[in-house]
């Protein structure tokens, strides 16, 4: 075989490697620290006279991000993606902001499946623009692309519009996909019924790591699932409660602004999110608790001794609901939490002042957010609060190598710019006592079915409170 001639100056020197096949069949790679001028390639070539040598580009990240291109055929998509058919060690891919229709979709599937050290996919925002015809024949050359991609723990599919028309070819990644450990699935217009079969797929991805790792298969635990503005409601709890039973190690749940109501939550609290013990970060803002699905929170709430960040803010959590928690939080002396969501949840002073006592007890906590909410700016609580915060800042900030020392964001109390006024009804908290009684019946019954010690019998259970959800749900 002829020697043939390199140029390495179309490449960055950090980025290049060599491979030398010499006629033995023996392979030598040569990694160069500084860019080679001629005379180093003239050296290489006689050293290795008599060999092979080409050049691969090692690229981690190959990125299109934010470019708003419109790629609708395989032409409009080669000229973009050169650099990613070549590189055979890319581990990230983001894609994110432009828009792929079906051809285009089917051309990058193809070299996607080829990509065995690929980590981390970011498909989010990638079909503005297309017809409803067309996402789901692109969306399921990608993912069939994605299966055969043995290192993918990472895949962002936000800000697609699927819905239940566009929700199908999710399911088989979802559910088959087994080295996933995080998930984004935020804002695609999923309801309740398309909601229902993603965590349902997510049930069924449990099963499938399960069956993996008795085969001694490396299998990575599903850690992260963020699935906000979806409007999941009440009707998808049922199979959501099943997802989290079933995938307990996650640790970053954030399912906010779902239009989920309180009956719903205190389901999904109960029956589902108190099994993931492991859990660090739960954000729940936006949806409705009241003081029944408050009850619900201060009873999970001590199961979690990771839980590090809780986000409950515009959630109707209610003056009792604030004492219910501060207490449980008082209690539970959760030794690593540190952000506190709260704002817009109607706390009066009483639930004010339970949160504020809770502090000492929580070593680690730094940041509470309170704006919105029902008590006067002047109540001495909140000074004694700021000054429990402002000393662990002083006192304890490298203990937070992670958070900024200067970022206000981070610690203290949030500015208190949208306080209302506390009135001091009695009666605010719940407007009908009834309607609660009725739901907290509910619950209590799901609580009882949860103890039946026949797997299939709880699945029927919580199928059967699917159903009482929708009867009791407050329109």
């Known amino acids: 075989m002829a020697p043939l001639s390199l140029s390495l100056s179309q490449l960055p020197h950090e980025t290049q490697t060599i491979v030398a096949a010499k006629p033995n069949n023996s392979i030598t790679t040569i990694s160069p620290t500084i860019p080679l001028s001629a005379n180093d390639v003239a050296y290489l070539s006689t050293s290795f006279s008599g060999s092979h040598f080409s050049m691969q580009p090692v690229m981690k990240v190959f990125s299109l991000k934010g470019k708003a291109l419109k790629l609708d055929t395989a032409a409009d998509l080669d000229k973009h993606i050169r650099e990613l058919k070549h590189a055979s060690d890319v581990e990230e891919v983001h894609l994110e902001g432009n828009t792929i229709g079906v051809e285009a979709s089917q051309a990058l599937a193809t070299i996607l499946a080829t990509k065995s050290e690929l980590r981390t996919a970011n498909l989010a925002d990638i079909f503005t623009g297309r017809l409803l015809a067309e996402i789901p024949q692109a969306l399921d050359a990608l993912l069939k692309a994605l299966l055969k991609c043995p290192k993918l723990h990472t895949i962002n599919l936000n800000d697609n519009a699927f819905g239940l028309n566009t929700v199908e070819p999710l399911r088989p990644f979802l559910s088959q996909h087994v080295p996933l450990q995080h998930l984004y699935l935020n804002n695609n217009g999923l309801g309740p019924s398309a909601g229902t079969l993603v965590a349902e797929a997510l049930e069924k991805l449990a099963e499938n790591k399960s069956e993996a790792k008795k085969t001694g298969q490396d299998v990575p635990d599903l850690e992260t699932v963020v699935c906000g503005r979806n409007r ?125 006592d809770a502090a000492p007890a929580l070593p680690r906590l730094r940041r509470v957010e309170l704006n919105g909410n029902k008590f006067s700016e002047e109540d001495p609580t909140i000074e004694a609060l700021g000054s429990v915060l402002s000393q662990r800042k002083d006192n304890a900030a490298t203990e937070y190598p992670a958070i900024d020392e200067d970022d206000e964001d981070a610690w203290g109390i949030d500015e208190l710019d949208e306080l209302e006024d506390d009135d001091d009804d009695d009666d605010e908290d719940e407007a009908d006592e009834g309607v609660e009684d009725e739901q907290e019946a509910v619950v209590r019954d799901a609580d009882e079915a949860e103890q039946q010690p026949v797997a299939r019998q709880q699945d029927k259970d919580v199928d059967e409170l699917a159903n009482a959800l929708g009867k009791t749900e407050l329109k």
């Open 232 to 356: 999941l409601e009440n009707g998808s709890m049922a199979a959501w409660v099943k997802a989290y039973k079933a995938n307990h190690k996650v640790k970053m749940v954030k399912m906010v602004q779902n239009g989920i109501r309180q009956e719903g939550i205190a389901a999904l609290l109960q029956h589902g999110l108190s099994a993931c013990t492991e859990l660090q970060t739960l954000d729940l803002q936006d949806n409705t608790f009241t003081s029944l699905a408050a009850r619900t929170l201060a009873n999970v709430v001590p199961g979690w001794p990771e839980l590090r960040d809780l986000g409950v803010g515009d959630c109707l959590l209610s003056g009792r609901g604030g004492c219910m928690l501060g207490d449980a939080l008082r209690e539970a002396r959760s030794p690593r939490l540190e952000v506190l969501r709260l704002q817009f949840n109607e706390i009066d002073a009483k639930g004010l002042k339970a949160l504020a």
